[in-house]
């Protein structure tokens, strides 16, 4: 299976939510900043990268976990995935798609404004790290969500 977990510029959310499916950030603690700096992907993707998915690796059970940045452009780049699927004669159920923008706070909203829009990236970096390290018991949630679905769509292929 393909996970793809999306946000605006695909550089902090969408990130953050791979890394905890990949198991490279931890679900019983919030992260230290250095370990969020340290995700690959994080805080890097230009705007010229959107609709573009990035493979960041495998969880446990081999599926394979992407990130994607949407922009303004959500239902469009939705749209030709499932054109591209349909073209190819892919499964869709084969590729699950996750929003993680509905999870973050306002600090990560500036912050990563300030750090990928404006090029103010120090303090951007930084108002981010700290956002999302408010929110990550909610990405916790949210990636546990994803998992569990997973492994319905799972047990009602066999």
């Given at each position: 299976m393909i996970i793809i977990y999306h946000c605006y510029g695909g550089a902090h959310s969408s990130?953050?939510?791979?890394?905890?499916?990949?198991?490279?950030?931890?679900?019983?603690r919030v992260p230290s900043r250095k370990e969020i700096l340290k995700l690959p992907y994080f805080d890097k993707t230009e705007g010229q990268e959107i609709g573009i998915p990035f493979y960041f690796g495998k969880d446990e059970y081999n599926n394979k976990v992407y990130i994607q940045g949407m922009g303004r452009a959500e239902k469009i780049v939705l749209n030709t995935l499932d054109s591209f699927l349909e073209e190819k004669k892919i499964n869709k159920n084969l590729v699950y798609v996750q929003n993680t923008l509905k999870k973050v706070n306002i600090l990560v909203?500036?912050?990563?404004?300030?750090?990928?829009?404006?090029?103010?990236?120090?303090?951007?970096?930084?108002?981010?790290?700290?956002?999302?390290?408010?929110?990550?018991?909610?990405?916790?949630?949210?990636?546990?969500?994803?998992?569990?679905e997973i492994s319905i769509a799972y047990k009602d292929k066999i």
């Open positions: 990130v953050l939510s791979a890394g905890i499916h990949t198991n490279r950030l931890p679900v019983d909203r500036i912050g990563g404004f300030m750090s990928r829009g404006l090029g103010m990236v120090f303090p951007g970096r930084l108002l981010t790290v700290y956002g999302l390290q408010l929110a990550y018991p909610n990405f916790i949630e949210l990636v546990r969500t994803v998992k569990e």
